[in-house]
Nanobody
Framework: VQLQASGGGLVQAGGSLSLSCAASGVFSNRYMGWFRQAPGKEREFVATMSRSGTTIYSDFAKGRFTISGDNTKKTTYLQMNSLKPEDTAVYFC????????????????????WGQGTQVTVSS
């Protein structure tokens, strides 16, 4: 499985961006997630979605970000609204084929495949 993230860019505070993560190869991923990493900080969980559509979000993403997917296109999306300068980071998509309890999906170590990351910069 290969993941290709895209859609990052520069946006003003309060603006929106939509990220995409296209999967190629054998696609049997049960969960698709988004993480982000700001300079000097650890990678942190943003949101994840199961193949059946169950979603979980980090506290900072709730109400502003929406994760969705199109299984026919093997693509996962992250719609980000009301962006803040503190959202500036490299955003990574990740995939996990196997089952996992939802609370454990917040851990980056529980994902098997990663995209290359896409830079999101929010100016004040």
């Amino acid at each position: 499985v290969q993941l290709q993230a895209s859609g990052g860019g520069l946006v003003q505070a309060g603006g929106s961006l939509s990220l995409s993560c296209a999967a190629s190869g054998v696609f049997s991923n049960r969960y698709m997630g988004w993480f982000r990493q700001a300079p000097g900080k650890e990678r942190e969980f943003v949101a994840t979605m199961s193949r059946s559509g169950t979603t979980i979000y980090s506290d900072f993403a709730k109400g502003r970000f929406t994760i969705s997917g199109d299984n026919t296109k093997k693509t996962t999306y992250l719609q980000m609204n009301s962006l803040k300068p503190e959202d500036t980071a490299v955003y990574f998509c990740a995939a996990r084929p196997g089952s996992m309890i939802l609370s454990e999906l917040r851990r980056a170590s529980n994902y098997d495949y990663w995209g290359q990351g896409t830079q999101v910069t929010v100016s004040s």
